[in-house]
């Protein structure tokens, strides 16, 4: 997954930043799908002194931040994503599975939402994803933030 920005140095601007990641949601059902979508409204702000960053502002507040390695070869069984969450690749490979048949295959530098929470009148064989570590050989390291609420689901 790549950063895309539509002018670069002096003339770039918020309007131009746009950082794609990919969002696991899960409709009213519980049935979950995965959208590829972006971040924009990047705000230029004074962050640290002396020079001001571009910020993409209105995200969900973080909670925690852990590091995560899967072994070689780890799957996990469907599931639901235990709260919302970022899953940021930062080593390996990772692969999606979810409900409706949408695999994503990410690799290092690719950034993951995660928001198909559990449906309560859902059994657990109804909703979620599975995923795994792609690499049989080499571990999987992730950063996930977990958040305070989920990004708005997918309109389209």
Known sequence: MEFRFSASGAGM????IILPYWHLWADEEGLSHTSQRYL????LIQYSNPTPEYH???????LSTRFVVLPPGYEAPMHSTPKP???IILQGGWYTRT???NEVFYRAGDIHFGGDLPV???SENQQGHSC???S????LAAMIIQVDNVLPKPKD
């Not at 993409?56 to 973080?62: A, V």
């Open 136 to 139: 049989q050989t080499e571990p």
């Open 99 to 101: 409900l409706d048949g």
């Open 85 to 87: 969450q970022w899953v």
């Open 120 to 122: 309560e009148d859902k």
């Open 13 to 16: 601007s918020e309007e131009n």
């Open 132 to 134: 795994r570590n792609t």
């Open 56 to 62: 993409c502002c209105d995200l969900p507040k973080p």
């Open 40 to 43: 924009s409204h990047f705000d």
